[in-house]
């Protein structure tokens, strides 16, 4: 039984996107990214690229996909860097595949679950890029800053929930 | 086999995805630097693909926000232009004078390290760019400018503003460059504690400060120092501004050493157009050899106005303090005439102005006292003292007071000198011409003088 519903969700909720839309979005959020955070700085604290990841991730229902398309936007993210590239690419790998598990299972259209998952996924992209600088990069001078990592996955998350709405428009029922 | 992967794909593919990345980092961290370039070729080819795809659009966006900037600050808020004006006039007047006060020590400071050999570096050219973008993230402080490699920049130019310096240039696209930012977390720079002279090494930290770590507590280290810097990393030229001590705490990560947080000059976090050094030179430029002999002229120049101000003033504190001194003191007040009744001094005429006192006559005239001496003219070689008749020069109006023959009063009997009154001896000689040094002097001490 369990295996049905399983089967059944993710056969009726499955959604796909046109090609147009999956380029042009990720692209947007990280041109729209950079141009607010060099507007006025305290804009950088927000991580638009990531809430788009967790929306393909989770609208696909495909790991794979949101493995990939996490991999794809945290890579572009790391090239206008000045950090190794991958740290970002890594870090939305995790969770492009969580986040796309995750919807196979819950129900995440719902304002709720969006509300938990958006601020759970900005804590863990937070988490997962101070152990790849700590533990790979050998960055021992960094340390994990909990008021400014709880205020930044507070704001994507206020700034996740009317994204999310408009990227809704951009899906197409399979 | 096929079924394992099959079931497993999703989390094979996420495993080989992170191994990837993995062996990615890795490579680029242990790769060897190479002078000149901060990432590998590959790396450098991904970053300058992407940028190549998202700078136009920086640009584009960039553009469009300038224009009306521009618009706007130029043909419609020009409300305040008047009164701008003017204030700039005011400072420019400000700071021509201090650049006047500035100019010899400069002069002169470039004349010592020229004797010294000193090699100092100075800014010879720049190439101005506009900040189009920047990398989204506070965990990267980069930024992106409009120039690149065509306009001749390369990685590691210095970055500055005219109120200090901004960062170097990390890489450097063919029109776009990188610029990563003193405040982040990779930078570095050789700093001078502008006061206490004590060098040190500055780095950005997590929260986008800058701070120095590398120096022990140190009572002469003080908030509000300058910072400024030293040119040891042979990046940035020395002497340029980076900020100003803002606290300083003991590192709990680090014993014994310090956190010095430095509030820059420039603001880091709002930056619109930047300037790369891309030039320097050992000796000052001709423009600012000019500027500085003005400078120096223009010293000179206050200087012999100082000069002239203080004489005048000199003079005039003279003045007064003769003035003063002939209504105070009494001897040089004709007859009953009061201080206060007396015409006004001529100052420039000091003799007419103070006629030279008369003596008064002495109660009881000797041979010292002021006319009982005769002249040397009218001496005579051989000649006794006491036969010599002379017109005394002083008058004597009240007493005439008899001349040296006279029988010495009663006190000054005993005195040899008294009762035997020397005479001067004639030279052996031709009579020279009177003189105050040939003069005869009494000769008191002396009694067997004839």
Same mark, same amino acid.
């Given at each position: ?10 056969? #009726? ?34 991580? #638009?690229? !990531? ?28 090239? !206008? ?29 719902? #304002? ?52 999310? !709405? !408009? ?8 | ?24 980092? /890795? ?9 000149? %370039? ?25 553009? &469009? ?8 600050? =130029? ?7 008047? *009164?701008? =004006?003017? +204030? ?41 760019? @506009? ?66 002279? &004590? ?6 930290? @997590? ?13 002469? &280290? ?36 310090? &956190? ?9 976090? @709002? ?35 100082? /000069?002239?101000?203080?004489?005048? %003033? ?45 003596? *008064? ?15 040397? +003219? +009218? ?25 040296? *023959? ?45």
């Amino acid at each position: 039984m369990p295996s049905l519903s399983y089967t059944s969700r993710r056969e #009726l909720e499955e959604h796909s996107f046109s090609p147009a839309v999956t380029i042009l979005v990720p692209v947007a959020a990280i041109v729209l990214q950079v141009l607010l955070s060099k507007l006025f700085w305290r804009f950088s604290m927000l991580d #638009l690229p !990531l809430i788009v990841a967790i929306f393909f991730a989770v609208s696909r229902r495909s790991p794979t996909v949101g493995t990939l398309t996490g991999a794809a936007i945290g890579l572009v993210q790391d090239a !206008l860097t000045g950090r190794p590239i991958g740290v970002n690419g890594m870090a939305k790998s995790v969770i492009g595949y969580i986040a796309a598990s995750i919807g196979i299972q819950v129900d995440v259209d719902s #304002l709720t679950t969006r509300v938990i998952m958006n601020f759970a996924f900005s804590m863990l992209n937070s988490a997962i890029l101070f152990l790849i600088g700590r533990r790979l990069l050998g960055q021992t001078e960094i340390h994990m800053q909990w008021i400014q990592e709880l205020l930044r996955a507070l704001a994507n998350t206020v700034v996740a929930i009317p994204v999310f !709405l !408009l990227l809704d428009t951009t899906k197409r029922a399979e | 086999m096929e079924s394992f992967f099959s079931r497993f794909k999703n989390v094979l593919v996420l495993v080989a995805v992170l191994l990837a990345q993995t062996i990615g980092l /890795a490579i680029q961290v242990r790769r060897p630097v190479e002078v000149g %370039a901060p990432d590998g070729k590959k790396v450098t080819l991904l970053r300058s693909s992407v940028v190549a795809a998202i700078a136009p659009i920086e640009r584009f966006f960039h553009g &469009i926000g300038y224009n009306v900037r521009y618009g706007w600050s =130029n043909y419609v808020d020009l409300r305040g232009t008047k *009164q701008e =004006n003017r +204030s700039l006039k005011d400072e420019v007047a400000r700071l021509r004078l201090e650049q006047a006060q500035l100019a010899e020590d400069a002069l002169q400071g470039h004349r010592l390290q020229t004797l010294l050999n000193f090699q100092r570096n100075y800014v010879s050219t720049t190439v101005a760019a @506009q900040v189009i973008g920047a990398s989204g993230t506070d965990r990267s402080r980069v930024l992106y400018i409009d120039k690149g490699a065509d306009e001749g920049l390369k990685v590691d130019q210095a970055v500055m503003t005219p109120d200090g310096i901004v960062g170097k240039i990390r890489a450097a696209f063919p029109h776009t460059s990188q610029i990563l930012l003193i405040n982040d977390p990779t930078s570095g720079a050789g700093v001078l504690l502008a006061s206490t002279r &004590i060098r040190a090494i500055l780095r950005g930290n @997590q929260t986008g400060h800058i701070v120095i770590t590398n120096l022990t507590p140190d009572s002469r &280290i003080k908030p509000g120092e300058s910072v400024l810097t030293s040119g040891g990393d042979q990046i940035y030229p020395r002497g340029l501004s980076v900020g100003t001590i803002e606290s300083i705490a003991p590192d709990p990560d680090h014993q014994p050493y310090t &956190i010095i947080q430095i509030k820059p000059s420039t603001n880091l976090f @709002q930056l619109e157009e930047v300037l790369v050094i891309t030039g320097t030179r050992n000796d000052l430029s001709p423009l600012a050899k000019k500027d500085l002999a003005q400078g120096e002229a223009r010293a000179k120049e206050m200087a012999a106005a100082k /000069a002239a101000a203080d004489e005048a %003033a000199a003079e005039a504190a003279a003045q007064s303090a003769a003035q003063i001194i002939s209504e105070k003191l009494p001897s040089i007040h004709e007859g009953g005439e009061a201080p206060g009744d007396k015409a006004p001094v001529d100052l420039s005429n000091p003799t007419a102005a103070s006629p030279a006192p008369k003596p *008064q006559p002495a109660l009881h005239p000797d041979r010292y006292s002021p006319g009982a001496t005769p002249p040397a +003219s +009218s001496l005579k070689p051989g000649a006794e003292h006491g036969a010599t008749e002379y017109v005394s020069p002083a008058p004597h109006p009240q007493r005439s007071a008899p001349q040296a *023959q006279a029988p010495a009063s009663e006190g000054e009997g005993d005195s040899p000198a008294a009762s035997k009154p020397p005479a001067p001896k004639p030279p052996s000689t031709a009579p020279k011409p009177p003189s105050t040094q040939d003069k005869p002097k009494p000769r008191s001490t002396e009694p067997d003088n004839p």
